[in-house]
C-alpha cells in the first residue's frame, strides 16, 4: 500500500484477506463502529486501512467506508503493485 498525507510512498505488511477480515472484525469489536469512517481506521489501523484500500483498488471496488467532513482522501489515488526489485 502506498502514500501518506505528505504524499510521500510508503510500505505496509499485506494481509491476506482472511487476515483483513479478521483485524476488522477485532477492530469493529474494540472501536464500534466509529472506527469504519475513513480517517479512523487510517490513522488507529494503518496497516488495515492499506490493505483494504490496496484490494479494492486492485479489484476496481469502492472503497466501502464512509467519509467523514474531514477526510482527505478523496484526492488520492493507488496505483496496485507489488514490491519492486532492491
Not at 463502529?33 to 484500500?53: G, T
Amino acid at each position: 500500500a502506498v502514500a501518506d498525507l505528505a504524499g510521500s510512498r510508503g510500505e505496509v505488511r499485506y494481509l491476506s484477506p482472511a487476515k483483513l477480515r479478521l483485524g476488522l472484525e477485532l477492530a469493529m469489536q474494540d472501536s464500534g463502529e466509529a472506527i469504519l469512517y475513513r480517517d479512523a481506521l487510517m490513522k488507529r489501523h494503518p496497516v488495515l486501512f492499506w490493505n483494504l484500500w490496496w484490494y479494492c483498488a486492485r479489484f476496481n471496488l469502492p472503497l466501502p467506508l464512509p467519509a467523514s467532513p474531514s477526510d482527505q482522501t478523496a484526492q488520492w489515488f493507488t496505483v496496485c503493485g507489488w514490491d519492486e526489485t532492491r
